[in-house]
Nanobody, 121 residues
Framework: QVQLGESGGGLVQTGGSLRLSCAASGRTSFSGYAMGWFRQAPGKEREFVAAISWSGGSPGYADSVKGRFTISRDNTKNAVYLQMNSPKPEDTAVYSC?????????????WGQGTQVTVSS
């Protein structure tokens, strides 16, 4: 069974930076798996943040984070990362890691528990 575990959340000031990590386990290889980040703020629906394919090419981003957040992965460690630069208070949310077989578009099959990110102004 695929398991995803996030880390790196916390309190960050506007204009600072934060790096989230997600470790995948339960398989010897995640070849062919896309990985993504989603977030959910209090009282709001969960929304897509960024996703990356197995090869790492052409990652996708939500318009709200383009140019500020960068998704990357290390397939040797079965890990995916989200570098958050110049965060804004509206980026405050629980950030969850997700995985799916195939490309970055479509339903996501596996989810982590999430890590809280709070951005103070």
């Amino acid at each position: 069974q695929v398991q995803l575990g996030e880390s790196g959340g916390g309190l960050v000031q506007t204009g600072g930076s934060l790096r989230l990590s997600c470790a995948a386990s339960g398989r010897t290889s995640f070849s062919g798996y896309a990985m993504g980040w989603f977030r959910q703020a209090p009282g709001k629906e969960r929304e897509f943040v960024a996703a990356i394919s197995w090869s790492g090419g052409s990652p996708g981003y939500a318009d709200s984070v383009k140019g500020r957040f960068t998704i990357s992965r290390d397939n040797t460690k079965n890990a995916v990362y989200l570098q958050m630069n110049s965060p804004k208070p509206e980026d405050t949310a629980v950030y969850s890691c997700a995985a799916r077989v195939g490309g970055i578009y479509g339903a996501w099959n596996y989810w982590g528990q999430g890590t809280q990110v709070t951005v103070s102004s």
